[in-house]
T-cell receptor
Framework: DAGVTQSPTHLIKTRGQHVTLRCSPI?????VSWYQQVLGQGPQFIFQ???????GRGNFPDRFSARQFPNYSSELNVNALLLGDSALYLC??????????????FGPGTRLTVT | KNQVEQSPQSLIILEGKNCTLQ??????????LRWYKQDTGRGPVSLTI???SENTKSNGRYTATLDADTKQSSLHITASQLSDSASYIC???WGGGADGLTFGKGTHLIIQP
């Protein structure tokens, strides 16, 4: 079975542009979460979607938005890119929303560079 | 404020040696603690998940311990291999969804031949 997949692998954008990152969860997983990981830091939570509804939002500006599709895949959109948005963007999927020691599986990430 | 502190920040050891990584947390309430291994430029991979009632958990050469009273955890790596070179991230959960996970900054481990 395929794990969590993300596309693209790498991306270079210019300040002010818009970017869309994509994630496909493990088959049967209904929850998708997005994280931003700046070099040398741990991942920072951005969004969680479960059954196509937003179930959690981290401390990120409104320039960040996301959605989950009927097939449970997800998109993360970032508008008006800033240099500080350069990071590894991770997607994670899980079977359930949470409430305990549920396993969360991470994708390989999308490396975004803003110049 | 929920926090997870990891030490050391970085560590270099020779292949075949053992090492122990530390994690202290102030997350409350506590549901579970996870250790992840993250290769450079890749997504984290789960090593162990421990709940409040578990003191130790092993995954091959990796053994995690948890002291919920002192709010400390350790990850012990036995007979290190070159492939163990990675960042090891401690994550503590209060039991909610993904927004309930607090990540440490990780320990960067380098195994030298």
């Amino acid at each position: 079975d395929a794990g969590v997949t993300q596309s693209p692998t790498h991306l270079i954008k210019t300040r002010g542009q818009h970017v869309t990152l994509r994630c496909s969860p493990i088959s049967g997983h209904k929850s998708v979460s997005w994280y931003q990981q700046v070099l040398g830091q741990g991942p920072q939570f951005i969004f969680q979607y479960y059954e196509k509804e937003e179930r959690g939002r981290g401390n990120f500006p409104d320039r960040f938005s996301a959605r989950q599709f009927p097939n449970y895949s997800s998109e993360l959109n970032v508008n008006a890119l800033l240099l500080g948005d350069s990071a590894l963007y991770l997607c994670a999927s899980s079977l359930v929303l949470g409430q305990g020691a549920y396993e969360q599986y991470f994708g390989p990430g999308t490396r975004l560079t803003v110049t | 404020k929920n926090q997870v502190e990891q030490s050391p920040q970085s560590l270099i050891i020779l292949e075949g040696k053992n090492c122990t990584l530390q994690c202290n947390y102030t997350v409350s309430p506590f549901s579970n603690l996870r250790w992840y291994k993250q290769d450079t430029g890749r997504g984290p991979v789960s090593l162990t998940i421990m709940t409040f009632s578990e003191n130790t958990k092993s995954n091959g050469r990796y053994t995690a311990t948890l002291d919920a009273d002192t709010k400390q955890s350790s990850l012990h790596i036995t007979a290190s291999q070159l492939s163990d070179s990675a960042s090891y991230i401690c994550v503590v959960s209060w039991g909610g969804g993904a927004d309930g996970l607090t990540f440490g900054k990780g320990t960067h481990l380098i195994i030298q031949p």
